[in-house]
């Protein structure tokens, strides 16, 4: 069987069947951004690693809850990811650095080939979206974003490791996140 | 319309999405969320922009003894090589005793009631020590986990504990069980967990202060990882007495 060509969700479905080589074609396919993401957090490659192969594991026990209700399969993975590591942050870090998040230039992106199936191009439609738009927010705009979504940081926890008044903090956020949904929407796909 | 604009929770949403808000502005969003359709709409659109963007970071590759390291961790353990060898080895040795078998049983036996007395008698000695030393906290569940209950075990200063929970339901995996320390009604995370599917597990917590400056522990049900504060439903709770 030819695992790059099924959908996320038929690959949960197989791993639920403890199907192990579905399991290593979504690995494949996804441990890149849960990497990314984990390490982004942490800035530690040892528990970006620990946190990667952690989430894996958990896809591999709770294929068979998952439901579409979860939202997509990246996003279920992302979130998994996301919140393992904030929590690993929190029992690691004694105070709150400034984070250094590696956004994604817009202008160096894949484009999507012919011979990509649907999950890959979908998936490259969708980063491309993304990243153009948070690369039209201003700097303060996107550190703010980040703190918040990939250090599990409150708006006063913020405002306080920035040095900035909250109001500028909670500002800077709402600003970011609809701009975004603006960006978003403008390029919807018709 | 400006009672309307006040009325909604418009400005708190783009926070609500990021887990930025503060326990207190988190309960209104969550409270208005529940009869607002607009604001439900808005919530939606902006937890679609917050789901894609782990999308926009530059992605890098994990080593590969990552998945290598995966892959051996979900297979079950197999034959192991050493088995056939031990059986040419139980086999050669049966047939050394066989002849012997009667005298070894009977020392076997005497041997193991001698063992079994010992044991009782350490089991004893280990159960009083517990019960004048160890203080236990019994945990029971709420109305909507009634089956469910647990013990927070704690050194004798009350300085350190482990929880134990029994009879809960298992979660879906976006989603764990988080433990709160209560002082004066403000709340601490003592840690998170899951559960197996017995509905059991254990826990060390963990606390900025020892554990009996507490006044009670309570258990909700939290996106993975934890919250910043209580957010999900209660499923079990009871005070510590100092």
């Not at chain 2, 503060?22 to 902006?46: F, I, M, N, P, R």
Request: aromatic share 6%; proline share 6%.
């Amino acid at each position: 069987m030819d695992y790059t060509r099924l959908s996320d969700e038929t690959l949960l479905r197989l791993i639920a069947r403890s199907q192990e080589n579905a399991l290593g074609e979504l690995y494949d396919r996804y441990s890149r951004l849960v990497y990314s993401v984990a390490f982004n957090t942490l800035s530690d490659a040892g528990r970006a690693e620990e946190v990667t192969q952690d989430v894996f594991e958990r896809v591999w026990e709770k294929a068979r809850t998952y439901s579409v209700e979860h939202g997509r399969v990246v996003t279920w993975l992302t979130s998994i990811a996301r919140h393992r590591s904030i929590d690993l942050y929190r029992q690691f870090r004694s105070h709150h650095e400034d984070l250094q998040i590696a956004w994604q230039e817009a202008e160096s992106m894949d484009m999507p080939d012919p011979q990509n199936v649907e999950w890959e191009v979908d998936l490259l439609q969708r980063q491309q979206r993304i990243r153009r738009a948070v690369s039209q927010l201003p700097d303060d705009q996107k550190r703010a974003l980040a703190m918040a979504f990939f250090q599990g940081l409150s708006h006063p926890q913020i405002a306080e490791a920035l040095g900035e008044p909250l109001g500028t903090v909670k500002t800077r956020i709402r600003l970011g996140m609809q701009k975004l949904r603006s960006l978003l929407r403008e390029e919807q796909p018709l | 319309m400006s009672i309307e604009r006040g009325y909604h929770v418009t400005d708190l949403l783009p926070g609500y999405v990021l887990d930025a808000l503060t326990d207190e502005e988190l309960g209104q969003v969550v409270e208005h969320l529940t009869v607002c359709a607009t604001c439900q709409a808005e919530y939606q659109q902006l937890q679609a922009v917050a789901d894609d963007l782990p999308l926009a970071l530059t992605q890098s590759a994990p080593p590969p003894r990552v998945k290598t390291d995966l892959m051996r961790a979900i297979r079950p353990a197999g034959p192991r090589l050493e088995t056939t060898r031990q059986a040419s080895f139980w086999q050669r040795l049966s047939g050394v005793l066989q002849p012997r078998l009667p005298a070894i049983g009977l020392a076997l036996i005497a041997v193991i009631a001698l063992v079994n007395v010992l044991l009782w008698r350490q089991l004893s000695l280990v159960n009083q020590e517990a019960r004048t030393n160890l203080r236990v906290v019994n945990i029971t569940g709420t109305t909507i986990s009634a089956e469910a209950h647990g013990a927070l075990v704690m050194d004798p200063n009350g300085k350190y504990g482990t929880l134990v929970v029994d009879n809960l339901a298992e979660l879906d995996p976006a989603h764990q069980y988080q433990v709160w320390l209560i002082q004066d009604g403000k709340r601490v995370s003592g840690g998170v967990f899951s559960v197996n599917p017995t509905g059991y597990a254990s826990l060390e917590l963990q606390a900025p202060q020892p554990l009996l400056k507490y006044d009670a522990i309570g258990i909700t049900i939290e996106p993975f990882g934890g919250s910043p504060g209580p957010t999900g439903a209660k499923v079990l709770g009871g005070d510590i007495p100092q």
